[in-house]
C-alpha cells in the first residue's frame, strides 16, 4: 500500500495547564481530531494532499475555538482581518491573501488566487472583489464575533500592546479561550504529493494593515516534494525575518539534512537566538512529520498511513 500522512496544528504558545482544565482540553483535541479527519478521509480515499490540507484547514477555520476564521482574533480597529496560504509541492504553484474580511474560509480563497488567477498574493478590498467572482460564501461580522476575543483585544489595547493569540497573557476572561491560534496542514498523498497551507486572524490588536508571516510564501508555509511542506504559527515577525518555512527546505535541499534535522536547527537554535516563540508542522515526501515548537505548548494532531491517531498540546518527549 501506497503511504499518506497528514500533521495539522491549530496554534503554538503558551497554555499553562492550570488555566486549560480538562473540559477545554476535551474540546481542543475534539477540535483537532475533527481536522486531522477530514482530510484523512480524503487521502486515505486516494484523494490529493492539497485537497486534504484545505480540508483540514476549513474545519480548524470553522471551529471558534481556534484564531482562524470564526473566532479570528480582533484587530485595533475592531475588524477581523483574514490572512491564508496554500502550496501545492508538486509544481510550486501557491496562493495567498491578506487583510480579507468577511470570506467564510480564507484558505479556500487563497487556494482560487493559486488556480484560478494569474497572481500569487491578493489582499484586502481587491482580494474580496475577487473573492466575490469566484462566488466564495461570505459571512456577516456576527459570524466572525467571539467574545472572548473581543476581550482580549480591549485588554491589549489598554496596555498598547499587540498580542499573540496564543502567548502568554491570560484573557480577559482569564480562560484558556485565549491561548490558541493560527491554524495550518501539511499532507502526503499516495502519489507522493506534498502540500502545505496556514489560514489566521493574526495577532490581537494588530494595527496599520500588518501581516503576519502566514500569508508569506516562503515564511508561513512553503512546500516542494523534492524536500518538505511546512506551516507555521507563532510570533510572525520573527518568522518573515527568519523566512523560516524555505530556510527548512533550503537546509534539506542545499545541506542533505533530514526533515528532523532542518526543523531543530531552525525552530530550537535560529528562531530562539532572536527571540522568536512558535512552532510548525513539517512533512517529506517519504512520510516523515516533525512538529517541533519553542514554545510552552502547540495544538497539534497527526497520523500516518491510517494508524494511530496522535493528539497533543504540551510537550511530549515521544513526539517532539
Ligand atoms: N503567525 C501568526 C501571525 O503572526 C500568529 C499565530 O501563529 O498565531 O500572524
Redesign the pocket.
Given at each position: 500500500m501506497k503511504q499518506f500522512a497528514i500533521a495539522i496544528h491549530g496554534?503554538?504558545g503558551a497554555i499553562p495547564r492550570s488555566v486549560m482544565g480538562a473540559e477545554n482540553e476535551k474540546n481542543y483535541k475534539k477540535g483537532l481530531e475533527e481536522a486531522l479527519l477530514a482530510g484523512d478521509t480524503i487521502l486515505s480515499a486516494g484523494g490529493n494532499a492539497l485537497d486534504a490540507v484545505e480540508a483540514a484547514v476549513n474545519k480548524l477555520e470553522d471551529n471558534p475555538l481556534f484564531?482562524a476564521g470564526r473566532g479570528a482574533v480582533f484587530t485595533n480597529g475592531g475588524t477581523n482581518e483574514l490572512?491564508a496560504s496554500i502550496m501545492d509541492g508538486k509544481n510550486l504553484m501557491a496562493g495567498a491573501v491578506t487583510g480579507i474580511k468577511n470570506v467564510k474560509n480564507p484558505v479556500s480563497l487563497a487556494r482560487v488566487v493559486m488556480e484560478k488567477s494569474e497572481h500569487v498574493f491578493l489582499s484586502g478590498a481587491g482580494a474580496m472583489e475577487f473573492a466575490k467572482k469566484m462566488n466564495l460564501e461570505f459571512a456577516p461580522d456576527e459570524y466572525f464575533f467571539v467574545q472572548d476575543r473581543y476581550d482580549q483585544l480591549l485588554q491589549a489595547r489598554e496596555s498598547d500592546q499587540v498580542v499573540?493569540?496564543?502567548g502568554n497573557t491570560r484573557g480577559a476572561t482569564g480562560t484558556p479561550n485565549s491561548k490558541k491560534?493560527?491554524v495550518g496542514a501539511v499532507a502526503l498523498d499516495v502519489f507522493g504529493n506534498i502540500a502545505a497551507a496556514t489560514s489566521?486572524g493574526?495577532?490581537t490588536n494588530k494595527k496599520f494593515g500588518r501581516v503576519?508571516?502566514?500569508p508569506i510564501i516562503g515564511a508561513?508555509t512553503y512546500a516542494n516534494n523534492n524536500t518538505c511542506a511546512i506551516s507555521?504559527?507563532?510570533?510572525?515577525e520573527f518568522?518573515i525575518r527568519s523566512v523560516v518555512a524555505y530556510d527548512i527546505s533550503c537546509l534539506m535541499e542545499y545541506k542533505g539534512l533530514s526533515l528532523k534535522e532542518a526543523c531543530d536547527i531552525v525552530v530550537y537554535q535560529k528562531l530562539v537566538k532572536i527571540g522568536g516563540e512558535?512552532g510548525l508542522v513539517a512533512i517529506d515526501a517519504k512520510g516523515n512529520i516533525e512538529m517541533p515548537f519553542n514554545s510552552e505548548g502547540m495544538y497539534r494532531a497527526m497520523r500516518k498511513s491510517g494508524g494511530e491517531i496522535y493528539l497533543g498540546i504540551y510537550k511530549d518527549p515521544a513526539h517532539s
Open positions: 496554534g503554538a484564531n490572512d499573540l493569540d496564543h491560534g493560527t489566521t493574526g495577532m503576519g508571516d502566514s508561513g507555521c504559527t507563532g510570533h510572525g518568522f512558535g
